[in-house]
């Protein structure tokens, strides 16, 4: 495989963990970096955005050979690692327990309120 196959080939299974991890459905790199940029840190996002970057170079016969192949596979490998470790399901139970907490704070804030004004009014 010549290194534009593998870089594409990088691009390509960044964008298959984006999908299985965050989420994230995007064709492009471009489109996923636009959709992924609160959702990854700076570092993995700084590489996502070289390899969009990179992503319309490659389909050029001439102009892919300008492209530092060295680093678009490190910030591929990056990219990979991190969305490697992250685990799916966490983030999922992450997101209902942050839901439930924010409900449950809420109830109990009108709860009190509710008290506050019954003891104001006299009826408590």
């Known amino acids: 495989m010549t290194e534009q196959e593998t870089i594409q080939a990088d691009i390509a299974q960044s964008l298959a963990l984006l999908r299985a991890k965050l989420g994230i459905r995007a064709k492009t790199a471009h489109q996923a970096l636009e959709k992924a940029r609160r959702l990854l840190p700076g570092s993995t996002y ?26 678009l596979k490190r910030a591929a490998r990056d990219v990979q690692a991190h969305l490697d470790a992250i685990d799916a399901a ?35």
Do not use: C, Q, Y
């Not at 390899?51 to 892919?64: C, I, Q, S, V």
């Not at 999922?92 to 009014?121: D, E, P, Q, T, Y």
């Open 90 to 124: 966490d983030r999922r139970k992450g997101w209902w327990l942050g839901m439930l907490g924010g409900l449950s704070f809420n109830l109990i804030a009108m709860f009190v309120l509710l008290l506050i004004v019954l003891v104001w009014r006299g009826f408590l």
């Open 46 to 71: 700084a590489a996502l955005k070289s390899l969009a970057d990179a992503e319309p170079f490659l389909g050029h016969p001439r102009l892919w050979r300008t492209l530092d192949g060295d680093a």
